[in-house]
């Protein structure tokens, strides 16, 4: 029989490292498979696209994502959790142990963690697809991709009302001529003091607010050229000019793995069984989950971290139960 795995943890964002921190001081030496390129995101997951954290509790004067989350994976490693950075392509959770498998691994284990995360939407528009993959100027990721020479000084379009949208646009404002930002509705969705941020740069003239507008077609042969925009109480239509445009429409929960086998809400997110305190439990005994593949309400990093130090101290309670640590 293989070498079972007290726990194999999916995911290396801020709920999967705190997970791999509490289990590995749990002495459970815990395996974890942070990915490679899944769901569009590299290990570390969604903050390694973001530019300065400024809500982190205990960086009073912020810290950029991707220096966060070395620390985070720094801190697991200390502990000796151990590494495999490729994405998982087949997880069989219907009996135990159970089994994960990537391209150039497998592992056995008595529980498994789930923190896959989520990834960003987009609109599904062809020309969309196709200037985004052809690097010609779309793009769902501000923070990664716009500080590229082609978006200096230029006309920029960002679509959305969330705090994403809202935080890309200002992000924006660094390096573009001038940043529209185009969302559906007459209202943003976006927290009190992010709007208060948007409207002061529109104020400075630094953004626009196209309101009641859609995306409804990109134009451009190579690279962006404008945006085809429909008014969505009139149906009326016009050409925005623009040399990029950034999507921050929201996200998508990385189940598809577990599609079938772990309890899901309608929306894709897994759906937790909570056992008296713990909050951690999926459907299935020794399969838990945390940060946002379970979370499509708060979806924020300490939130994401807390939750996988609960699913952490949930999965060796569990363990424990069960006889194996
Ligand atoms: P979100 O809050 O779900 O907002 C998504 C936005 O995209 C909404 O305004 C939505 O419009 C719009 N949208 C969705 N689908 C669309 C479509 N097909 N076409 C056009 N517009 C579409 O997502 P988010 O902004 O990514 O934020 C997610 C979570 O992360 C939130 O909890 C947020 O607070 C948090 N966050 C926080 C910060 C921060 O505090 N610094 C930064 C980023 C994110 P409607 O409003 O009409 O639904």
Not at 86 to 100: G, K, M, Q
Not at 299 to 321: P, S, Y
Request: overall charge neutral.
């Amino acid at each position: 029989m293989a070498h079972v795995e007290s726990v194999v943890i999916i995911g290396s964002g801020p709920a999967g490292l705190t997970a791999a921190i509490y289990a590995a001081r749990a002495n459970l030496r815990p395996l974890m498979f942070e990915g490679f390129s899944a769901g569009g995101l590299i290990p570390g997951g969604q903050l390694m696209f973001t530019t300065e954290v400024e809500n982190y509790p205990g960086f009073p004067h912020g810290v950029m994502g991707p220096e966060m989350m070395k620390m985070f994976r720094d801190q697991a490693e200390r502990f000796e959790t151990r590494f495999i950075t490729e994405d998982v392509t087949e997880v069989d959770l219907r009996a135990r142990p159970f089994r994960i498998k990537s391209d150039g691994a497998e592992a056995h284990a008595h529980s498994v963690i789930i923190a896959t995360g989520a990834r960003a939407n987009w609109l599904g528009l062809p020309n969309e697809q196709r200037l985004a993959k052809t690097g010609g100027g779309v793009s769902a990721c501000a923070v990664c991709d716009g500080a590229l020479p082609a978006f200096r000084n230029q006309d920029l379009v960002v679509v959305g009302g969330g705090d994403s949208a809202v935080e890309e646009a200002s992000y924006l404002t660094k390096f573009a001529k001038r940043v529209f930002l185009v969302h559906r509705r007459d209202t943003l969705r976006a927290s009190k003091i992010m709007q208060d941020r948007i409207f002061k740069l529109r104020d400075e003239g630094k953004v626009e607010i196209v309101w009641n507008s859609g995306v409804e077609d990109v134009l451009g042969d190579k690279t962006i050229t404008g945006v085809l925009l429909k008014d969505t109480r009139t149906g009326a239509t016009r050409t925005l000019d623009c040399k990029g445009m950034f999507l921050a429409i929201g996200h998508t929960p990385n189940t598809e793995l577990f599609r079938g086998q772990v309890d899901l809400h309608e929306n894709g997110y897994i759906r937790l069984h909570p056992q008296g305190p713990s909050q951690s439990y999926t459907n299935i005994a020794g399969v838990f989950a945390c940060g946002d593949v379970a979370d499509y309400h708060y979806r924020q990093a300490v939130t994401a971290a807390g939750t996988g130090c609960m699913a952490a101290l949930d999965a060796e309670r569990w363990l424990a139960a069960q006889g194996v640590h």
